[in-house]
């Protein structure tokens, strides 16, 4: 049976206090283990090209560049790694424009250091996570998306299969953990995901797993 991989994950916070509470929190975690860290955001953004670890873990205000604009370029550069930010913001602002970027995790500072945990445990599993404080604010963007002009809900547009593989993505289920439930492959739980992005006009690496955690309520 071979082991379990460790997760490698960067920091990006300009405190160097916060950075270490980071790195014991995470090294406290046999699973997980620090790969590097920066203090501003082009200096992190220079090394995650470099180490391409699994998970950024940055703040969302840092000098030279913000970790939105890191998620931002991680995206456009189609690198290999999950951000997770981290915020003293509860604004919505600030929430929706980290999910337009491309973010699966949002965590909030003062909020109880498992929620890091769990987020990075999360994301590495191809999940999604949110500060329970913030989950309101999921179903906020929902209200905005799930509309077509006629008011009709886009929904309607997925076959009662599809609807189903939504429904699990938006219980935090990976591809694999679909594919054993409804008893089929890999492959068809992929040509269905690929089939709702397309009805949905969904774009980019995340976007069906935002779109599936704020409807979730409606599905």
């Given at each position: 049976m071979s082991e379990k991989k460790t997760t490698r994950v960067f920091i990006a916070d300009d405190h160097a206090i916060m950075r270490k509470g980071l790195?014991?929190?995470?090294?406290?975690e046999k699973e997980f283990e620090v790969c590097g860290e920066a203090g501003n955001g082009l200096d992190a953004l220079q090394k995650i090209e470099e180490l391409r670890p699994d998970v950024v873990l940055t703040d969302i205000d840092m000098p030279?560049?913000?970790g939105i604009e890191i998620a931002k370029v991680?995206?456009?550069k189609k690198l290999n790694c999950k951000?997770?930010?981290l915020s003293m913001h509860s604004d919505e602002s600030f929430f929706s424009a980290?999910?337009?970027?491309?973010?699966?995790g949002y965590v909030l500072k003062d909020g109880a250091v498992?929620?890091?945990v769990n987020a990075i445990i999360a994301v590495t599993?191809?999940?999604?996570?949110?500060s329970p404080a913030l989950s309101t604010f999921t179903i906020d963007r929902a209200h905005n998306i799930t509309s077509t002009n006629d008011g009709t809900s886009v929904l309607s547009l997925l076959t009662q299969t599809e609807r189903k593989v939504l429904q699990l993505v938006s219980q935090n289920k990976s591809t694999k953990e679909i594919a054993e439930e409804l008893f089929v492959s890999h492959r068809t739980i992929d040509s269905h995901r690929s089939n709702i992005s397309s009805k949905l006009n969904l774009q980019g690496q995340n976007a069906l797993l935002r779109f599936a955690l704020e409807n979730k309520h409606k599905l």
């Open positions: 790195r014991d929190l995470i090294a406290a030279q560049m913000s991680i995206r456009s951000v997770i930010i980290a999910m337009d970027a491309g973010v699966v498992s929620d890091i599993e191809g999940k999604y996570y949110i």
